[in-house]
Structures are given as C-alpha cells and as structure tokens.
C-alpha cells in the first residue's frame, strides 16, 4: 500500500481508502452485518489502508460505530473523516429521498458532538461538509467556525464532499479557491471525467487533494454491470439511466486494447488511472465483501499512467471512446 498527504494537512492518507458507507446502509445489494463489517475494517488495516470514509447519516451513526468498534484502541493509527450537514435528528429518511440540510455553525458543533461520541474519540483527522450548496460555501461564519476547531485540534483538516451524482462544480470550484479545506470529495473515473478535471487543475494551485468516490462507474469498470444487470429499487445504482449503462458497455469494450497492452484489466485500469493523477490522495472503492478489500488494495502499487498515457485516455473521453450516443 502507498500513502500520500491529504492536500495542505499533515494526514498520510493510504491511496486506497475504506468508503464505510456499505456497512451502514444496504444500498449496493448486500446487507452487511455487524461482526462481517468489523472484520472488512479490520481486514482492511492489514492490507495497509488506514484511512476511513463514512459520514453520521450511514444508517443514522451505525457506520461510526462500527468504525470505532474496529479501531477504538488504536484510534492514532487509523484516519477518521466523517462527514456532516443532513439533519437526521429531526427527519426520517424514506428510501433515498434526500434529508433536509442545515450547514450552520450551530449545528455543525451539535452534530461534531454526536460524531465524536459514535466514533470514541476526541478529534477527527478530517470533518467534511455533506453535499453542500452554494450557500453553504459562502458561509463565512461557517467556516470561521470550522477553522477555529481544527486551531483548536479538534480537527486535524476539513473538507467538502461533493454530490449527489457527479456534484456541483461552481461549489466545488469556490470551496477550493476560496477556503481553508485540505480535500475535496467527488465522483471522478474513467467515464466520467468531468467536473473532476476541473477539480484536479484548479486543486494543484491550493494544495487541496481530491478524494475520489464512485472510481469505478457503479460496476461498470469491473464488470460487475452489464447491459442485461437489473437492480431492485433499495439499490443506490438504479438512479443509472439505463441509456447510460448501454453506452458505457460499448466504451468498455473500445478501452480494452489500451488495457490489454500494459496486461491490465479493465479494473485495474480504472483504478490505476485515477491514482495517476497527482492531486488525488485518496480513492474510494465501494466494496461489500473482503475479497473485494483484497482486490482493490493490491491496485496500489505505484505502476502507474505517465502523462501522455493520461491524455490518451483523456483524449478518448473527449471522444466519446469512439461510440455513437444512444438515441434517447
């Protein structure tokens, strides 16, 4: 496993994180129980990732739990970062419908309060924003207040998480620009390249790192779905239009002679790619199971894309990998 340093902070952050959101949700077609997900977190450390992604909305403060079921005494070895901003302490969440937001000083020292107590400790490595708006980002009590906390080492570093979907460029362009954040969380693979391209120019000149979810296309890129997959309705990836999932099959297959020269799969490919960018610190697989821990974490091993091999592979984007758009 490699690490690397998350942006401005003094965090070494594995380049392979462990995203907890499974363990606290049954959204990616698997429940996982409790003794399960405590062995993937611990399986997980073996394998050298020491950093940990979830947020207090996985299952209303289940996935912290367990995050501090698994780490609790040996809390300075491992990396917390949570996010926060859903109020789920005065909404029920139906389905996947979205929770009301409050990304206000005084709720973000409420809801620190509450994450602290899930995760049995007394600071967090990294605090971010939960899918906030422009509002959000134009707080400036707001961020006084985050700044203030982590003066006071409370927090180590904060961030923004962007999203839902690919997320809001405008906000993620401000947050970088015009914050105190040391990361900044969006969905970003091979596929789906933008607004994550941006992301990665405008970080470089403020030495924010990016923290890249969804980097493998919900399955597509490890083949996992298909053009015939069908999800039940609980499944966070049936919001993939299916127009979409044609289409990206087709780019697959045009990718695989560029993976198949360097004896890559797809997967591998996926994965390598986005851990050739040099801003990104942390990328986040979703897995539901150890052998899935096992395959991504053997990923990091520094073999990566040198820049013309990036921009050939930017320049298929650009191109559509050479596939005619489904007529919609």
């Known amino acids: 496993m490699k690490y690397r340093r998350l942006g401005k ?9 462990f995203g907890a959101w499974t363990i606290g949700l049954d959204w990616w077609g698997k429940k996982i129980d409790d003794d399960e997900a405590v062995r993937m977190l611990k399986r997980a450390y073996d394998l050298g990732i020491n950093f940990y992604e979830t947020a207090d909305m996985y299952g209303k ?11 609790g005494s040996m809390r300075d070895s491992v990396v917390y970062s949570t996010k926060w901003g859903y109020d789920m302490y005065n909404a029920e969440q139906v389905g996947h419908s979205e929770l009301p937001q409050k990304h206000d000083p005084e709720f973000l020292r409420f809801a620190l309060r509450q994450s602290l107590e899930r995760l049995q400790t007394d ?6 924003l939960h899918n906030p708006k422009m509002d959000a980002i ?12 982590q003066r006071n ?5 904060h961030g923004v998480a962007l999203g839902p979907a690919i997320g809001w460029k405008e906000e ?25 391209r941006e992301f990665l120019k405008t970080s470089e000149n403020h030495d924010v790192a990016i923290m890249v979810r969804v980097p493998d296309a919900s399955g597509l890129l490890t083949g996992k779905v298909t053009a015939e997959t069908t999800f039940d309705k609980n499944d966070h990836r049936s919001f993939r239009k299916r127009e979409f999932i044609i289409e990206a099959v087709k780019k697959i297959e045009n990718m695989k002679p560029f993976a198949d020269a360097r004896g890559w799969s797809i997967t591998e490919l996926a994965i390598k790619f986005i851990l050739s960018q040099r801003q990104v610190s942390v990328v986040l697989p979703t897995v539901i199971s150890i052998e899935e821990l ?6 990091s091993d520094g073999k990566y894309l ?7 592979i930017e320049r298929m984007y650009e191109n559509n990998f050479f596939v005619s758009p489904v007529a919609r």
């Open 9 to 17: 902070s003094d965090i070494m952050a594995s380049e392979i994180g």
């Open 61 to 71: 403060g289940k996935s912290e739990k367990l995050i501090a079921r698994a780490f």
């Open 123 to 128: 600071y967090l490595d990294v605090y971010s």
């Open 138 to 149: 134009r707080n400036d009590r707001l961020f006084d207040a985050l700044d203030d906390l």
């Open 153 to 157: 080492k409370v927090l180590r570093g």
């Open 172 to 196: 993620g362009i401000s947050a970088i620009e015009n914050r105190n954040i040391c990361c900044l969380q969006t969905v970003y693979n091979i596929l789906e390249q933008d607004p994550g």
């Open 294 to 299: 096992e395959s991504f974490a053997s990923l």
């Open 306 to 312: 040198n820049p013309s091999e990036i921009a050939e």
